[in-house]
């Protein structure tokens, strides 16, 4: 719905700006246009090129996670990372991280 309401603005909009804003009143102006009449214009005028094409596709296997590599010393240049002149590390395990205590 909320797809539809954005589209249905815009084209309203474009709609004003391409005709004016008297042709719109003169056309759509009067009292006449109640929430099934629009239905029934909007049902002639779309229903045969609606489709569901925007729905979302199935989802995916998640992928497996590409191992993290940093930097050593934290920071390079662009010239030597674009040369393949830098050096990496890889990520550290969970394992590694825990510090023993101070105690």
């Keep these: 719905m909320e797809k539809l309401f954005v589209d249905m ?35 002639s005028v779309l229903g045969q090129t609606w489709r569901d094409w925007w729905q979302k596709s199935p989802p995916r296997k998640p992928s497996k996670p590409t191992p993290t590599e940093y930097l050593v010393g934290g920071h390079s240049s662009v010239y030597k990372i674009k040369r393949g002149l830098h050096r990496t590390k890889p990520e550290a395990k969970k394992e590694q991280l825990s510090r023993p205590s101070k105690q």
């Design 9 to 43: 603005c815009r084209q309203m909009t474009s709609m004003v700006e391409v005709l004016g804003t008297e042709a719109m009143v003169d056309n759509y102006g009067d009292a006449k246009w109640t929430a099934e009449r629009l239905r029934r214009h909007l049902e």
